[in-house]
């Protein structure tokens, strides 16, 4: 059963950094891209930044210049460097996944980060 399990998230003042980082394991085959998502309250849930397979990303334009998605492919493992944090970047931050033989998604549990003004 694959499963994906984030780390990295918390509190942090306005114009600081975090890291988030997100582990895979489990059967994972023809995988198709991995991204993270943010839900703020009462908002549904956006993508903030996708990494594909061959390693094409893209952007949220809300994050674009601020946040960068990377992977280790020997770690099975995707972060999300997150600079120059604002408080409307506020919110629990999801890791989704898509691969298999039959294309699917697999989210984490998620992690909050909160950004203090």
């Known amino acids: 059963q694959a499963q994906l399990v984030e780390s990295g998230g918390g509190l942090v003042q306005a114009g600081g950094s975090l890291r988030l980082s997100c582990a895979a394991s489990?059967?994972?085959?023809?995988?198709?891209?991995m991204a993270w998502y943010r839900q703020a309250p009462g908002k549904q849930r956006d993508l903030v930044a996708a990494?594909?397979?061959?390693?094409?990303?893209n952007y949220a334009d809300s994050v674009k210049g601020r946040f960068t998605i990377s992977r280790d492919n020997a770690k099975n493992t995707v972060y999300l460097q997150m600079n120059s944090l604002k408080p409307e970047d506020t919110g629990h931050y999801y890791c989704?996944?898509?691969?298999?033989?039959?294309?699917?998604?697999?989210w984490g549990q998620g992690t909050q980060v909160t950004v203090s003004s």
């Open positions: 990494i594909t397979s061959g390693g094409a990303t």
């Open positions: 989704n996944g898509q691969w298999g033989w039959v294309p699917r998604d697999y």
């Open positions: 489990g059967s994972i085959v023809r995988l198709i891209r």
